[in-house]
């Protein structure tokens, strides 16, 4: 085995994989948990918390006529 191959081999056996789907740690800024969990994972962990009744309740209360408005005087102001 020639330098580069027992350098790329090294690499291989120093990568962390997630405890849950196996995702390597070979993604630039990725940061696991102490518990070896990926930041997908994480993300989807949180996401079972969220009520989402609640979040479309509060969607539904979303006056789209005021946003539309408010848009449009945005972009006259971006125009100016």
């Given amino acids: 085995m020639d330098r580069g191959e027992k350098i ?6 120093l ?3 997630c405890k849950l789907c196996l995702q390597p ?3 630039p800024n990725t940061v696991f948990t102490e518990k070896g969990i990926c930041p997908a994972c994480s993300y989807f962990d949180a ?5 989402w009744q609640e979040r479309f309740e509060m969607l ?3 006056d ?6 408010r848009l449009e ?3 006259e ?3 100016r």
């Fill in 60 to 62: 539904e209360d979303v």
């Fill in 77 to 79: 102001l971006k125009r």
């Fill in 15 to 17: 990568m962390k994989y």
């Fill in 47 to 51: 996401l079972k918390q969220v009520d």
């Fill in 73 to 75: 005087v945005l972009s």
């Fill in 8 to 13: 790329t081999w090294l690499k291989f056996l």
């Fill in 25 to 27: 740690d070979s993604r």
């Fill in 64 to 69: 789209v006529e005021e946003v539309l408005n």
